[in-house]
């Protein structure tokens, strides 16, 4: 690389803000030049570009924290930021001797931590560990003859919770969309010679880059290109159809058990929208055998999940708007909570958890 220019983004830790300025440096900034960044989030969940959200992600737990999911351009895996990991991106001109080949831009990363007693070692996958833990991935984007090498370097994040918001409990889909490797992390922090904060190891690890030769001047952001990464930030990394809409299409096939009914269900969903829906109930055997007053009315007692199944077709794969639909097909029959404990059953079913299981 030849000398870098550091573009400064004012410590903003905006994941929607960070990706789109990302973006921005790729497409717009000077083609003759190389750029790094060097940037933090508030806790979000940044996904690959081909990857299906519920396959990644705890996603009741993301709902109920209010983390946002983005999709980023890159591929690779799904990783979980906050405040206290320290991305770094490396823009430059396209060479196809540097496409996929992490090393060439890992190494100075590497060297860096190393001079703070940290073992840091590239792995087969591109990863940087330590201690045979994980401390940094990194994935890669190209365009136009232009590309980035970005990267994830844990300092001291929360790793209980990046366990938890990506323990995936939807386990019944079925996809090609590219998974992720779940590796054991740690955090830099752990091995460090000496006390340091996140801010401190930022500007050690500018520094050293600048001491190095790899950068060699620094760059303001204009109230122009403000302007126009807040154009990018709406236009893509804040809309549902980019971050969720975009998963590759997946089937999901489930079933449950409820008051001796067997209920089951086979979707496919297409856009982020159910395209193929089949609700389906049948009496459970033994339920039947042990229980004489229970027969066929059991299942008759459903409210219709042919009427559901209809109404379903081409709306949100979301859990509210997955309630709000069969709300609505049963709005001439609603009769107090048992309907609506009824709809929430079947919301569990077509949009559900096992949590049994876990994704170690």
């Known amino acids: 690389m030849e000398s870098l220019i550091f573009i400064d983004n004012a410590d903003r ?52 924290k209010g983390i946002p999911i983005l999709r980023r351009l890159s591929g690779g895996g799904t990783v979980y930021h906050d405040p206290q990991n320290l991305n770094f991106s490396f823009v430059t001109r396209y060479e196809s001797s540097r496409l996929h080949n992490f090393r060439f831009f890992n190494a100075p990363v590497v060297r860096i931590l190393r001079t703070l007693g940290v073992p840091a ?20 984007f190209s365009s136009k003859g232009r590309m980035y090498s970005h990267g994830t370097l844990l300092f001291n994040s929360e790793l209980e919770e990046l366990d938890q918001v990506l323990s995936v409990r939807m386990k019944q889909i079925r996809s090609k ?51 126009k990464i807040g154009e990018l930030r709406e236009a893509r990394y804040i809309r549902w159809e980019w971050n969720i809409g ?33 609700l389906q109930s049948e009496l459970v055997a033994h339920h039947a055998a042990g229980h004489p007053d229970m027969n066929s009315s059991s299942v008759d007692d459903f409210p219709d999940l042919t009427v559901v199944s209809n109404a379903l077709r081409g709306i949100r794969y979301d859990p509210q708007t ?39």
Not at 33 to 45: A, I, T
Not at 259 to 275: A, R, Y
């Open 13 to 64: 830790t905006d994941p929607a803000f960070n990706l789109a300025l990302e973006e921005y440096v790729l497409r717009h900034m000077d083609p003759d030049r190389d750029y790094l960044l060097l940037y933090r989030n508030e806790p979000s969940v940044i996904v690959g570009r081909n990857q299906n959200v519920l396959e990644e992600i705890h996603d009741s737990y993301t709902r109920e």
């Open 121 to 140: 070692e590239m792995n087969d996958r591109n990863d940087i560990l330590a201690g045979g833990r994980k401390i940094s991935g990194s994935a890669q």
């Open 177 to 227: 969309s590219h998974k992720s490797v779940r590796s054991v992390v740690a955090n830099i922090s752990e091995f460090l010679d000496r006390p340091m904060s996140v801010h401190a190891f930022r500007d050690y690890l500018l520094q050293e880059l600048i001491r190095d030769g790899l950068v060699g001047s620094q760059y303001m952001l204009s109230d122009s290109d403000l302007e």
């Open 246 to 278: 975009r998963s590759p299409k997946f089937k999901v096939s489930r079933s449950r058990i409820v008051d001796g009914v067997s209920l089951s269900v086979d979707l496919v969903v297409s856009k982020g929208h159910i395209e193929e829906i089949a």
């Open 322 to 360: 997955v309630l709000s639909g069969i709300r609505d097909a049963w709005s001439h029959d609603l009769s107090g909570n048992a309907t609506a404990i009824r709809a929430e059953t079947v919301v569990s079913l077509i949009y559900g958890e096992d949590p049994e299981e876990t994704d170690r």
